[in-house]
Each structure stands twice: as structure tokens, then as C-alpha cells.
């Protein structure tokens, strides 16, 4: 019988758990409206953000390129700089959305994972850094515009904390040759997936 | 890659079991988008639009296929680098589309591409790895022009090629599971006579355009 | 009996979050609201609109019925403890029924959902659970059955997903289960229990009144907190040996609690089965998306070789026994409160 480690099984379910029970009842307008409170608008928002989904996956499968350790310092570091990117966008919200450069940021992405770059652990948490915080800030500005709380934030954040450590884990724990290419096929689509949304954007049909 | 080593010894999960059981993660962490997609207006027309576009023209599913076959004909390190190259460098020759930039010949282009991917294929020939990608990406950047860029009207672009890329990728990975058949005995011929009506139809969408 | 270890600290943080969050942790026990439409006769029929209070004011919606009805009984008010009853009688013109709208204005900003139902005189009916997303209803003819199926499956795992207290007990017993096979068996058997006692209350059998049930719901959770200690320190107790009795036992008293949010107000008969299966499907698909994700997520730390603190490992099963010792004092007074 193969047995349960707990001490991780308690603080996944937990931070998932503890974001809930901030949870006030009051519910204002939202981007999107689950009818489920605005912590779980913010974790929707990310799953039909494209772009941000994208960046997110795509440093997941980055960072498990890279490697456990590094894996580590990006399932924390982008979570929270996207938190704090969210909050400044609140607090200074930005009347533009900047679509190029949410653009080229996973399209960016995307071609790292495709030549398989093995970048070191500081480059790679600045690099969630600054991904986390530019996707956030942009968040928070049209968040903030459509009336969204801090809790719907917090949300956002948790999706994109279980968006990258689920995707890092996986590329981790790949032993096959084959399934590490498949990774980097996956972060070639990103990349096609951003060349041709640039292309779209000269024509202005973002 | 010391670092995964390292960890290895930490970890209690055999490989095969967290293999099994993450893409079923990453399916549920999918499903949200899927669901509340419709949410955006005109998001499903975008993405189902994207995805059923390469497969309506033989054309392209063809040269698609051809490049996954071929791959796996040529066997590592080719049968990854032509899936991972060939979806940037395509989306490239969209791009140039998007922007206005006219290629010459496109047609006869996609037309050539699949004589040529099916001649590879007939003969088994073995180029240098990068004589392949060149040639691969050359041909990418004509589909990628040709079909990246119609899109339907009132659909976001990026929905579209979301699609578009997915659904090409897929057929590379048609292309390559076919193409596994290779290590078979009588799979051999079976991929050489594949690429014989790749070529041929290669030829006959030449002749259409000149007729 | 030696109080555990666990138990003074955990009621001193109690008291201490009464004190400075008593707003935020809201225990999850608003009730759905409901309108009654019935055909008296021809174009006149009577309307019962019954407003729960929510928390402990009177609810921030109203009802609006189409501008053509017109108000032959003026509204009646009566006011219950749990709800506030209004009745009219209108007559809705030569149009009839068919495709008018009523619409709750003020519900959007809660979590109440309203159930509206329709009875004609020739005894075909029409319901409609109405959702805070969008707070109105077309009344129309017979829907077919996956519309309500969908409605239902819907009204469950909302229900499941915010109700906060009954995910973590889950998660206390998550953190107690040893094995796979012990995993099976505790989930199975939680869904068991709550399954057969949210179908006694639905269908009438057996009924729990609200603020007895909030508080024994609550001692369940505080019944892991000093178990969970326990397994962490190696001892071992019945809990321990047997998780899938106690969610048994416990399951039975949550089954109740699912029935709070699955009001029957308002339903008709037939339909009856049908709403408690496909709620019960919806809490099931809540609760099975919980524990997978918290397993998968469990399973990436340890791919990950995540290292925590000690504080860190220990705050989730210290949340359990907290949030169960507030709770449980919060709604004991509210349960003197009420008598």
C-alpha cells in the first residue's frame, strides 16, 4: 500500500482553502461573472485571458525544462509578482491594455521552451518576475475598470500559482526523450501562436 | 540538469505514474477555459474556425502529413526538430501575410511543397539535417501565408490562431504516428507509397492551377 | 477527559478572529428565496414572492413582475422568522403568461438563488431556478430534462464550492487518510452518508433544524483539528485507524446541510427526484474536483521537492481546527441566540 505524504497534500489544499475563507459575500460587477463570488471570477479570468494563460504554460514548461530547483523559485516568484503587478494596476490603472507586449512576452516564452533553453535559476525568476508583473499590471487595470476586488486578484494569482506549478511538475517529473519534445513542440505553438497574433495586430484585428 | 538528478533520489513518485496522471491535470486546468469560452462573444466561432481551417483543404493536410511522415522516416533528431521548427517558421509566413507583404507564387508554392515532401518520402532520401529544416521551413512559410490569415469576420485573431496552430500540429503528429509504422517490415513500403500520392496529388494541384 | 494540547490555542485564535474578523468569515447558510405563480382563474393569478432574510436583514431584492400585470389584490406583507412573505393577486392581460419576464433587481449582489414556479389551472407547470448572475426568469412551458438537469448540477456545485466548511472537512479528513485504498474508502463513504441524508431531508422523511445543524456541522470540523495533532505526532486513535467511519457518521450530519441549499420550495413533485439527483451530482462533481486538485497539487510539491517551513506545514491542519472552533462557537451563541 502505497501511502500519503501529508505535509503537501495539506498546503495544497490549504492555500486553496485559505484564499476561500477571505472570501466576503459581496459580489460586484466583474469581467466575468461566475456566479460564484469574485475570488473564483479571478481564477476564470486567467483561463479566458489567452495571453496570460499562455505565459503562464509556457513558463511552466520553462521553468520544468529547467529543472526541480529552478521550477521551485517560479511557482513562487510569478504568482507574486502578478499579485503585486495586479494591485499596481489597481491602484494606477493604465487606459491602454498594451497587446503587443503581452504578445511578444509569450510569444517570447514559447521559443525559449522551443530551442530548450537552459537558462540559469536567477534569469529565469527574473524573467517570471517580470513576465508576472507586466500580465498582472494589465490585469489590474482592466480588472479594476470592470469593478473587480482585491479578492478576484488573489484569485487570478492562485490560478496562475496552480497553472505553473502543475505544468512544471508535469515537465519534471517527464522521463521519456520523446515527452520532453513533445514540451518543446507545446512552446513552438506558443510562439506560432504569438508570431501570428503580431500579424493580426499590424492588421488591427487583434 | 544536475538539479533534476539531484531530486530524483527525493522523489517517491515513479515517473510513470505522475506521467499519467499531470495531463489529466492540465485537461482539468483546460476544461474552465473550454466551458466559459462562450462567455466571450465570438470566441468558439474563433477557435472552431481556426481548427477546422487546415483541414478543409487537401492541400495542406497533405504537406502536413508528409512533414511528420518524412520526420519519422529520418528518425531522430530530425522527427523533432522538422514539428518544433515548422509551427514557428509557418506562423512566420503568416505574419508576413498579416502585414501586407506579398509572396510571389504562393499556389505553385504549396503546390511544389507537396511534390517535393512526397519525392523526399518516395526515395528515403537522407539530407543533412539542416538541408531538411530549410527546406521544411521554406515550404512552412507558404501554407503559413496561404492559410493563417483568413479569418472570419468578427472573431478575435488570436482565438483563431490558437486553433490554427493546434490543428496543424496535430496533423504533424498524425504524420509522425503514421509514419511509426516505419519500423515494421512491410510499414516501410507503406510510408514510400504514401509519399508517391502526396506527390501525385502534388502534381495534380500544380496542374490545376496552370489548367 | 484531558483537553487536547491542540484545543487551548486553537480557542484562543477563535476568540481572537471573533473579535477582529466576525464579518469576514461568514458561515454559509443563506437559504433560497422563491415565487409562487399560480392560476386562480383566467387571466388572474396569485403571486407569493418570499424574500429570505439575509443575514439577518431583510433581503436586498425585490421582485418585479412585467409592466402589463396589472394589481388586483394589493401586496400583503407578512413576515416569518426565517423569510418575509408578500401575496398579490394580479391579472396579466390577454397575453397570458407565456414569455413574460420577472426580474429580481438587488439580487445580483448576493448568493441567493430564487426558485420561480409556474402552475396553470389544467395542471402543467413550469420552474426555473434563477441565479444571482442573472436575476430573472422567462416563464415559459414544459423545459426539457437536461435543462434542469443542467440547472441543478449547477446548483450544487455552486453550492459545494462556496460552502467553505464542508471543504474543509474534506480536507481535515484528507490530511488524517493514510493509503490510497483508506482514501477510496473515506471519500466513498462520506458520499454515502451525505447522499442518503440529503435525500431523507429532501424528500421529507427527516428534517434538521438550521441552527443545531450549523452547530454540530461545525463540531465535525473541530472534531479533526485535535486528530490531525494526533496524527501528526505518530499517535494513532480510532480516527486515525478508521477515517471512513467518522465520515460516515459526520457525513449524515452534512447531508443535512446540503439539503439547506436545495430547497424544495415551490417544486413540484415530479420533478422532485430528478433535482435531488442532479444536485447531488453537482455537490459530488464540487467535491471530487477539490480533492483531486489538492492531491495533483500535493503531488507537484513533492515532484517539485518543495521544502516549507514548520509553521507552514502545520498552518492547513491548524486552519481546520480554528475554523472549527470559531465556527462551532459562533453558532452555538447563535444557536442560544435563536431559542
Not at chain 2, 122 to 137: D, F, H, K, M
Not at chain 3, 87 to 113: C, N, Y
Request: glycine letters at 12%; charged letters at 10%.
Amino acid at each position: 500500500m502505497r501511502t500519503i505524504d501529508h505535509r503537501p497534500l495539506a498546503l495544497a489544499g490549504g492555500s486553496f482553502l485559505a484564499a476561500l475563507c477571505l472570501a466576503p459575500e459581496e459580489a460586484h460587477a466583474h469581467l466575468v461573472q461566475t456566479g460564484f463570488g469574485t475570488f473564483y471570477d479571478g481564477v476564470v479570468h486567467l483561463f479566458i485571458t489567452p495571453p496570460d494563460l499562455l505565459v503562464a504554460i509556457g513558463l511552466g514548461l520553462l521553468a520544468g525544462l529547467c529543472g526541480a530547483a529552478a521550477s521551485r523559485g517560479v511557482a513562487f516568484a510569478l504568482p507574486a509578482a502578478w499579485l503585486a503587478g495586479e494591485l499596481a494596476g489597481s491602484i494606477f490603472p493604465a487606459s491602454f491594455t498594451l497587446p503587443w507586449l503581452t504578445t511578444v512576452s509569450f510569444g517570447a516564452v514559447g521559443v525559449l521552451v522551443a530551442v530548450n533553453a537552459n537558462l540559469p535559476r536567477p534569469l529565469l525568476v527574473v524573467l517570471a518576475c517580470g513576465a508576472g508583473l507586466f500580465h498582472g499590471f494589465v490585469n489590474g487595470s482592466t480588472m479594476v475598470a470592470a469593478g473587480t476586488d482585491r479578492l478576484g486578484m488573489i484569485g487570478a494569482s492562485v490560478s496562475v500559482f496552480l497553472v505553473i506549478t502543475l505544468s512544471s511538475a508535469l515537465v519534471v517529473s517527464l522521463r521519456a526523450h520523446w515527452a520532453q519534445i513533445a514540451v518543446r513542440v507545446a512552446g513552438s505553438w506558443i510562439a506560432a501562436i504569438g508570431l501570428l497574433m503580431l500579424g493580426w495586430l499590424v492588421r488591427g484585428q487583434g | 540538469m544536475q538539479e533534476r538528478n539531484g531530486t530524483k533520489k527525493i522523489r517517491r513518485v515513479p515517473g510513470r505514474a505522475a506521467g499519467t496522471l499531470f495531463p489529466a491535470a492540465l485537461a482539468l486546468l483546460l476544461v474552465p477555459a473550454t466551458v466559459f469560452a462562450h462567455q466571450e462573444t465570438g470566441s468558439i466561432t474563433g477557435i472552431v474556425s481556426g481548427l477546422k481551417h487546415p483541414v478543409s483543404g487537401m492541400d495542406h493536410i497533405l504537406a502536413m502529413i508528409s512533414v511528420g511522415l518524412w520526420g519519422a522516416q529520418l528518425g531522430p533528431p530530425a522527427v523533432w526538430v522538422l514539428p518544433v521548427a515548422f509551427p514557428m517558421v509557418m506562423a512566420f509566413g503568416g505574419m508576413l501575410g498579416l502585414m501586407g507583404i506579398s509572396l510571389p507564387g504562393i499556389e505553385i508554392g504549396i503546390a511544389v511543397s507537396a511534390i517535393v515532401l512526397g519525392a523526399m518520402i518516395v526515395t528515403e532520401s537522407r539530407p543533412p539535417l539542416w538541408i531538411a529544416a530549410t527546406l521544411v521551413g521554406f515550404f512552412a512559410i507558404f501554407h503559413g501565408h496561404a492559410h493563417g490569415t483568413e479569418l472570419p469576420a468578427g472573431s478575435s485573431g488570436l482565438l483563431y490562431s490558437i486553433g490554427f496552430v493546434a490543428s496543424t500540429g496535430t496533423l504533424h503528429g498524425v504524420g509522425i504516428a503514421l509514419g511509426l509504422v516505419h519500423a515494421f517490415r512491410g510499414g516501410r513500403l507503406a510510408v514510400r507509397a504514401a509519399g508517391a500520392v502526396v506527390s501525385a496529388a502534388g502534381v495534380f494541384f500544380l496542374a490545376r492551377i496552370f489548367v | 477527559m484531558r483537553l487536547p494540547g491542540f484545543a487551548l490555542p486553537a480557542i484562543a485564535l477563535a476568540v481572537l478572529l471573533a473579535l477582529g474578523f466576525s464579518g469576514v468569515v461568514h458561515a454559509h447558510e443563506s437559504q433560497p428565496g422563491s415565487l409562487d405563480i399560480r392560476q386562480i382563474a383566467g387571466d388572474r393569478y396569485d403571486v407569493v414572492w418570499k424574500a429570505p432574510i439575509y443575514y439577518g436583514r431583510p433581503h436586498p431584492a425585490r421582485l418585479e413582475l412585467p409592466a402589463s400585470w396589472q394589481t388586483v389584490v394589493e401586496p400583503t406583507e407578512r413576515t416569518l422568522p426565517d423569510s418575509i412573505v408578500s401575496r398579490r393577486v394580479v391579472a396579466v392581460g390577454e397575453k397570458g403568461v407565456e414569455g413574460s419576464i420577472v426580474s429580481f433587481p438587488g439580487l445580483q449582489g448576493t448568493i441567493t438563488d430564487v426558485f420561480v414556479r409556474l402552475t396553470r389551472l389544467d395542471g402543467t407547470a413550469m420552474t426555473a431556478v434563477v441565479r444571482p448572475t442573472s436575476p430573472n426568469a422567462v416563464l415559459r412551458g414544459e423545459r426539457s430534462w437536461h435543462t434542469t438537469a443542467g440547472e441543478y448540477i449547477g446548483l450544487g456545485f455552486h453550492h459545494i464550492m462556496l460552502g467553505v466548511d464542508h471543504l474543509l472537512f474534506v480536507l481535515g479528513l484528507l490530511l488524517i487518510v493514510r493509503g490510497r485504498m483508506m482514501l477510496f474508502k473515506t471519500v466513498t463513504s462520506f458520499t454515502v452518508a451525505h447522499s442518503i441524508t440529503l435525500a431523507i431531508a429532501t424528500l421529507g422523511y427527516a428534517s434538521a433544524p438550521l441552527p443545531p445543524l450549523n452547530a454540530a456541522i461545525a463540531l465535525s470540523i473541530l472534531f479533526l483539528g485535535p486528530e490531525i495533532v494526533r496524527s501528526w505526532r505518530g499517535e494513532t486513535s480510532l480516527t486515525i485507524r478508521y477515517p471512513w467511519i467518522v465520515a460516515f457518521l459526520f457525513g449524515l450530519l452534512h447531508g443535512f446541510g446540503f439539503a439547506s441549499g436545495l430547497s424544495t420550495t415551490g417544486m413540484p413533485k415530479a420533478e422532485l427526484p430528478w433535482a435531488l439527483l442532479f444536485f447531488n451530482v453537482g455537490v459530488e462533481l464540487g467535491q471530487i474536483g477539490f480533492v483531486s486538485l489538492t492531491l495533483l497539487l500535493s503531488r507537484a510539491f513533492r515532484v517539485l521537492a518543495m521544502r516549507w517551513p514548520v509553521w507552514a506545514e502545520r498552518a492547513p491542519g491548524y486552519a481546520v481546527g480554528v475554523c472549527g472552533a470559531y465556527w462551532t462557537v459562533q453558532r452555538t451563541v447563535m444557536l442560544f441566540m435563536s431559542l
